[in-house]
């Protein structure tokens, strides 16, 4: 299993402009996640996802939207890039059974970093 | 009050010693605990779940006070290798499976 994986790795943005990434991942868990860590601070939850078709917003979606169209995937978009954008973003997926054997464990990719100048 | 509060350190100790990190919360609904480790420049990866009765992982432990709402990470025989940032984190019961992530201590181990 690769687990989860992020493209692109790296990644530098023109104020205003626009990008997709990528998270998959091949465990079949049902809930995945995009957090966003700045220097030195924690990670912050941007948005998630508990099945295909179905998402809501974490804690700082402004300038975010989300998809789950499979259960593999959950890319996040950018719209308008702007510089508070700047940061590395991190997608993580899980397991919950809704007749228990939930772990509430976040597996996460590699990440992406993202700048925007 | 943070959610998940930390001593963000650094704790710099040499190679060999026990070194202890601990963590508040702040919801009394906080029903699964876990410790992660982030090296720099990447991803945060579980280290272990802590338990009620508190649970050992080679030279690591972890213990639960939920009474306190507390959670500490002891580990023994430090290594070059577990330099990294230590982060706590708390689901709380309803929350749909999100974690909630201290900030994290660094620890730096040196020879």
């Known amino acids: 299993n690769a687990g989860v994986t992020q493209t692109p790795k790296f990644r530098i943005l023109k104020i205003g402009q626009s990008m997709t990434l990528q998270c998959t991942q091949d465990?079949?868990?049902?809930?995945m996640y995009w957090y966003r860590q700045d220097p030195g601070m924690g990670l912050k939850l941007i948005y998630y996802?508990?099945?295909?078709?179905?998402?809501d917003k974490g804690e700082v979606p402004n300038g975010y939207n989300v998809s789950r169209s499979t259960t593999e995937d959950f890319p996040l978009r950018l719209e308008l890039a702007a510089p508070s954008q700047t940061s590395v973003y991190f997608c993580a997926s899980s397991y919950s059974g809704l007749a228990g054997g939930s772990t509430y464990e976040q597996y996460f990719g590699p990440g992406t970093r993202l700048t925007v100048t | 009050r943070k959610e998940v509060e930390q001593d963000p350190g650094p704790f710099n100790v040499p190679e060999g010693a026990t070194v202890a990190f601990n963590c508040t919360y702040s919801n009394s609904a906080s029903q699964s605990f876990f410790w992660y480790r982030q090296d720099c420049r990447k991803e945060p990866k579980l280290l272990m779940s802590?338990?009620?009765s508190g649970n050992e992982d080679g030279r690591f432990t972890a213990q639960l006070n939920r009474a306190s709402q507390y959670i500490s990470l002891l580990i023994r025989d430090s290594k070059l290798s577990d330099s990294a940032t230590y982060l706590c984190?708390?689901?709380?019961?309803?929350?749909?499976?999100?974690?909630?992530f201290g900030k994290g201590t660094k620890l730096s181990v040196k020879p």
């Open positions: 465990m079949n868990h049902n809930y």
């Open positions: 802590v338990y009620s």
């Open positions: 984190v708390v689901n709380i019961r309803g929350s749909q499976g999100n974690l909630i």
């Open positions: 996802s508990v099945g295909a078709g179905i998402t």
